[in-house]
């Protein structure tokens, strides 16, 4: 294999990074056995993607590399069947790989493998047929080749987002992509091997998995995962030997209420890095955070179409609270002046400072196109892509949001598309028109509510809404309108 490095799983085990207490090598030493001794996952991955069902934990790593030769759709595990099922279906995917207590989600008609005894063993059940596949140990993986050569042109992850027409669609994100962004994110985080990242975010979700799996494990740091939040948990471990926390607004909300129940001081840790991103960070709980524990909260930006982080308050800079930071190393950020609806951007119609505009991103770690209608997404080409977000440049260079121009909002730092929301509610039987909309909910940044006509009722929406969407786009709020 020539450049073995320019894929994103072995130039993670080649970076002696560890995950919760196990080598990287070991975790994707696994995968690729796994491929070698199951002739059933070959036969079912021919010709086909592979999906990947998993939280955060190290089996996930194991699963990204027996994904080796084809893109691996990231479901979110907290997806509900029917979009899993059409997922798998949009993408074309053979296997997937999951856990047992997420199997059952899973479309029947495709392989699963289950991965709750990674790196030591897996079970591959495909048809009426169990196989448990032994992993072996690993120790003895050895990689070598060019650490800093570029990752490849080949798929690597597909991450079904911008739904703003009613249907997500798959956006293709390359080795090059990935590994780009990754290695931006160690140089603008300061990431070195006596880094210890605590991973919260879902490894489906591209901020976790670039910034708190790819980029601490091609440094060499350390990793603990936590599959499921608790923000008392989370405070403990951060009072430790963790240095690095990376999160959403609704965590560091849930973490100052962690740290005041049980009186913890982060001062006397290790902690030396904050990170939020995913969602509009609230400048007071910017000042809180730094004024309880001493450490600036340092705010970035992106989006999964850039693989994903663009912007960020660079720990080589003093931190500007109430802004996105600066251009990611080796990332063009620029504001241009949005095209009418429907039309493309004008790429070249740059906007001084100061002027409100469209963010607009370019750089090797934007992606190349979306599966199936490239033109119902956000707005690329030549190299750039359209972020759907306004936002305009300071004098200082730093970019500060200024709103949403798709239609779009977030939850618990995931994205709520209401087209989709109401084109699965306008599904149901007896509906006649549905409208949903963000509530403001400063704990989790919205709740949503839906607005139905027709002859239903409350509990019907619910229960259609619970097999169709995510939780986080469960609506928190249905209205019978007559």
Known sequence: MTEPLALLPLAMAA???????MEAQQLVAAGLTLLQRSAPLVRALSGRRSAILIPTAPAFITALAASDGRGAVLVNPLAAPREIAFQCDTANVGAIFTTSALAPRCPDTITRVLLDDAPRTARVLHGDRAMDVDLGTHHGLLIEGER???????????????????????????????????RSTIAA????????????????????????????????????????FHPVTAAELLAEDVTTLVAVPAVFHALLSGIARRGIDLRQGRLRLAVCGGAVLPRELQDRWADVTGIELREGYGLTEAAPVCLFNRVDRPN????????????????FSPP??????SWPAALAAGEVGEICVRGQNVFPRYLGDDAAGLAHGEGWVGTGDAGHRNADGTITFRGVIKPMFTRNGFNVYPRELERVIGELPGVRAVTVEAVPDPARENGIRATVSGAVTEAEVRAWCEPRLSLYKQPTEIVIAS
């Open 148 to 182: 800093d050569v570029a990752g490849r042109d080949e798929e690597a992850v597909i991450v079904f987002t911008s739904a703003m027409r009613g249907t997500p669609l798959g956006a293709v994100l390359t080795h090059r992509n990935l590994l780009a962004n990754a």
């Open 320 to 335: 500007v609270r109430g802004t996105l930071g600066l251009p990611y190393p080796d990332v063009d950020v620029d504001i």
């Open 15 to 21: 970076g002696g990074g560890r995950v919760d207490g």
């Open 340 to 345: 009418p609806h429907g039309t493309p951007l």
């Open 189 to 228: 985080m300061a990431i070195d091997a006596d880094s210890h990242v605590l991973a919260l975010l879902p490894y489906a979700h591209l901020f976790g998995l670039t910034v708190t799996a790819s980029a601490p494990l091609l440094a060499g740091a350390r990793v603990t995962t936590m599959a499921r």
